[in-house]
């Protein structure tokens, strides 16, 4: 099997206090983080990495933040010449609005998503709001959706990750490129998490976990393993992405 190259499309942004990015660390900052669909080119399907905001705030001053383009679904999309139907594979992250508010245009896609998340979006708990069962209510009608239970390969040269630290059914990307493995972080965070300032060093903290954690402990040593295996590491909601057409 080839190797993968992966494109990162902004398909909305969220502003809001960076210590939802950073748990106990940046309050009082404000913060704006791109929302990302990531197409991942290279295999005889045509598969999406989550599917993002369904309309988007487009406005100079989100782009400027982001130092980056946002589009909406289609225009994301034909920058690579491709429509909605045109999707084989979508896999989801975890299903937060943000990242599946678009699923109902790929009526031709199947959707790999984790059971957890599944028992999420139908019954979420009071503390977590970002659920909205809504979004795949179409797909899940449909008979789209095939549920996963652990960790899996979905195609040669891409794995799933069961990695609940920001949502009990997160799970990472795992892709193979010619630069060995690109991980996509199955947790919203940015580089910063995996790379954080002398200060926080200093406490013997090698990572942050993010704002929004399911245990933190377990967040954290999740983490640790997901840097350590991955090559090149793509943190889900990094600013940095926002003006990369390809990774590698």
């Known amino acids: 099997m080839g190797a993968y190259k992966i494109h990162p499309i902004v398909m909305g942004t969220k502003v809001f206090d960076k210590s939802m990015m950073t748990y106990q660390h940046g309050a009082g900052t404000p913060f704006t983080i791109p929302i990302y669909c990531w197409y991942l080119e290279g295999g005889d399907k045509t598969i999406l990495v989550d599917t993002g905001e369904m309309n988007p705030i487009q406005s100079l001053e989100r782009e400027t933040a982001i130092n980056g383009k946002i589009y909406n679904f289609e225009q994301g999309l034909a920058r690579f010449n491709l429509k909605p139907e045109d999707i084989d594979i979508v896999i989801h992250t975890h299903l937060h609005t943000d990242h599946c508010e678009n699923d109902y245009k790929c009526t031709n896609a199947t959707f790999y998503v984790h059971e957890k998340e599944m028992q999420r979006i139908h019954n979420p708990h009071p503390l977590d709001f970002r659920y909205l069962e809504d979004y795949i209510e179409d797909v899940e009608d449909n008979g789209q959706i095939k549920i996963l239970t652990d960790d899996t390969q979905i195609v040669p040269g891409i794995k799933c990750i069961h990695t609940p630290v920001h949502t009990d059914g997160g799970m990472s990307v795992v892709v193979d490129t010619e630069k060995g493995k690109a991980v996509i972080t199955g947790f919203c965070v940015i580089k910063e998490n995996f790379d954080p300032p002398k200060e926080i060093r200093a406490m013997e903290m090698e990572v942050i976990p993010p704002g929004t954690v399911v245990n933190t ?29 390809t990774i590698p």
Not at 224 to 238: G, N
């Open 217 to 245: 402990w377990d967040a954290y040593d999740i983490m640790i393993k997901i840097r350590d295996m991955a090559d090149i590491l793509l943190p889900l909601h990094e600013p940095e992405f926002a003006s990369i057409k």
